[in-house]
């Protein structure tokens, strides 16, 4: 019996719970399911990862019972070239379901979410052949980080313990009416994706296959790349390793 059990079966179609006590990573897991031949929706949420990643093979921390950890199985069926789109999809579906926690949380560009500058969820889209997982992982009641992250949680922002079975939720709903959307139904998405644009009006510097750009973000573009102002032109931003924020201005 798990916290989360109470929750399977108001999960909208064609989702379902699988709940692990520890894994190694959410998406390693649902990957090898996926790999099998597994069917589109299932969501694989632990209570602990001891080797949960983030991107670029960071280390995320997601310590047992007080965050969200959970990996979705996908299968598209919009062309690959729009499959990254669900990064921001995927924000968007999470920026939404803290909202009915917190007045607002903004989607950093391509895969954060931030509330008040600080981030509280983290998100990796890994693709196979015919799939894609998407990883999440929320701060949910985590009330210590370690020192050096600037992270925060729910129960930080709000003063008090937050169901985590709630918040996952909400978040698989949303992703179940947003994920179908990343082709032609894309730039509706990109209203919300946009007004939750943390990095738009801010200047940053990006390292993007080692190249490094320093501009002002003048927002997100039609297709979910980031339009960046530098050197006199603006250039399109498809993919970043990291994005850094220099100065606060702005927003
Ligand atoms: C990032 O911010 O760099 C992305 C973090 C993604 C973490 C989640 S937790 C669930 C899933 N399993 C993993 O190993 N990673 C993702």
Same mark, same amino acid.
């Given at each position: 019996?798990?916290?989360?059990?109470?929750?399977? =079966?108001?999960?909208?179609?064609?989702?379902?719970?699988?709940?692990?006590?520890?894994? $190694? $990573?959410?998406?390693?897991?649902?990957? =090898?399911?996926?790999?099998?031949?597994?069917? *589109?929706?299932?969501?694989?949420?632990?209570?602990?990862? %001891?080797?949960?990643?983030?991107?670029?093979?960071?280390?995320?921390? $997601?310590?047992?019972? *007080?965050? /969200?950890?959970? $990996?979705?199985?996908?299968?598209?069926?919009?062309?690959?070239?729009?499959?990254?789109? &669900?990064?921001?999809?995927?924000? /968007? =579906?999470? #920026?939404? #379901?803290?909202? @009915?926690?917190?007045?607002?949380?903004?989607?950093?560009?391509?895969? !954060?979410?931030?509330?008040?500058? @600080? @981030?509280? #969820?983290?998100?990796? %889209?890994? =693709?196979?052949?015919?799939?894609?997982?998407?990883?999440?992982?929320?701060?949910?009641?985590? *009330? !210590?980080?370690?020192? +050096?992250?600037?992270?925060?949680?729910?129960?930080?922002?709000?003063?008090?313990?937050?169901?985590?079975?709630?918040?996952?939720?909400?978040?698989?709903?949303?992703? +179940?009416?947003?994920?179908?959307?990343?082709?032609?139904?894309?730039?509706?998405?990109?209203?919300?994706?946009?007004?939750?644009?943390? &990095?738009?009006?801010?200047? %940053?510097?990006?390292?993007?296959?080692?190249?490094?750009? *320093? +501009?002002?973000?003048?927002?997100?573009?039609?297709?979910?790349?980031?339009? &960046? !102002?530098? !050197?006199? @032109?603006?250039?399109?931003?498809?993919?970043?390793?990291?994005?850094? &924020?220099?100065?606060?201005?702005?927003?």
């Amino acid at each position: 019996m798990s916290d989360f059990d109470h929750i399977a =079966a108001q999960l909208p179609d064609p989702f379902r719970l699988l709940w692990r006590e520890k894994v $190694s $990573s959410t998406n390693d897991e649902l990957r =090898a399911l996926a790999e099998k031949g597994m069917a *589109e929706g299932l969501v694989l949420v632990a209570e602990e990862q %001891v080797a949960g990643r983030g991107r670029r093979g960071a280390e995320w921390f $997601s310590p047992k019972g *007080e965050s /969200l950890a959970f $990996s979705v199985l996908l299968r598209p069926t919009e062309p690959k070239g729009f499959w990254s789109r &669900l990064s921001l999809v995927a924000g /968007l =579906a999470v #920026a939404e #379901a803290l909202e @009915k926690y917190v007045p607002l949380a903004e989607i950093k560009w391509p895969n !954060d979410v931030l509330i008040g500058g @600080k @981030k509280i #969820a983290g998100i990796l %889209v890994e =693709a196979g052949k015919d799939y894609v997982i998407v990883g999440i992982g929320i701060n949910v009641n985590t *009330e !210590d980080f370690p020192p +050096g992250l600037a992270a925060t949680s729910l129960a930080i922002e709000r003063g008090g313990e937050v169901a985590r079975e709630e918040v996952l939720l909400e978040v698989v709903k949303r992703l +179940g009416r947003y994920a179908p959307e990343i082709g032609s139904g894309f730039l509706d998405l990109l209203t919300g994706i946009r007004e939750r644009c943390h &990095l738009t009006g801010r200047h %940053v510097a990006l390292t993007c296959a080692d190249r490094r750009r *320093e +501009g002002l973000v003048r927002g997100i573009g039609s297709a979910g790349e980031l339009l &960046l !102002d530098s !050197d006199g @032109k603006t250039e399109a931003i498809v993919q970043a390793d990291e994005v850094r &924020l220099i100065t606060n201005t702005g927003c």
